[in-house]
């Protein structure tokens, strides 16, 4: 669903089944093991991601400063997968930034001619059915020289390669809403394949790219 590469599989646990592919190094659910939107609406509902929790925004605003740091200049920004309630958004406009939120089932609404200075998604990419082309639309959401900030977890590894012992006990793989994984090596291989420029990786859940004017 990334690269579109053949795949091979890794590991089935808990009546799901996780492929690799060796190319871009996502893994991922198979699609006949997804869950249904309305059940992945009822998982969503049950978060308890808002203002008030202290824990959650406190997340955020960690992701503000590292955007303050390496992203200069940034004045418009799109909250892609913002959830039910557009928490980082209202962070942000707080911050300064003119600020938009999106979610396939709660703010659907996109404007494809923005021209965003800065995409970030936080605890998106792991719901994505088909990441490869939702960053095709993302690099559509961009101005030339726009940056992406990725927040996500990535899989256990050992030696650049997936550790599947651990994979098979990691807390993130079990939420039903959950369908791709992703390593370092991932986003190096998205760096490449979409020309962006790898500006920062956190190594455990954050990325932030900048893309070429060429791409």
Known sequence: PLCYSPSEFLIKVDRREYQLCTFCRLIFVPSRFFI?????????????????????????????????????????????????EPVLKTLLERAGYQADGYDPYFFPDLKPDA????????????????????????????????WLGVMTQ????????????????WYYRRDPTHICFYSAKTFEWIARHHNFDMIHNSG??????RKNPSS
Do not use: A, W
């Not at 455990?204 to 790219?209: A, E, G, K, Q, T």
């Open 154 to 169: 990535f899989y256990p590894t050992q030696n650049g390669l997936p550790d599947t012992p651990k994979f098979m006990h």
């Open 204 to 209: 455990r859940d954050f990325v932030i790219l």
């Open 36 to 84: 249904t939107p309305e059940k992945e609406i009822e998982r969503y509902l049950e978060h308890e991601n808002s203002l008030e929790n202290e824990g959650y925004v406190q997340m955020f605003q960690e992701k503000i400063e590292c955007i303050r740091e390496y992203c200069p200049d940034v004045e418009t920004v799109l909250d892609y997968g913002c959830g039910y």
């Open 115 to 146: 021209g965003y200075d800065l995409v970030i998604s936080t605890e998106t990419f792991e719901h994505l059915k088909q990441p490869g082309v939702e960053l095709s639309r993302i690099l559509r959401l961009l101005n030339p020289r726009g």
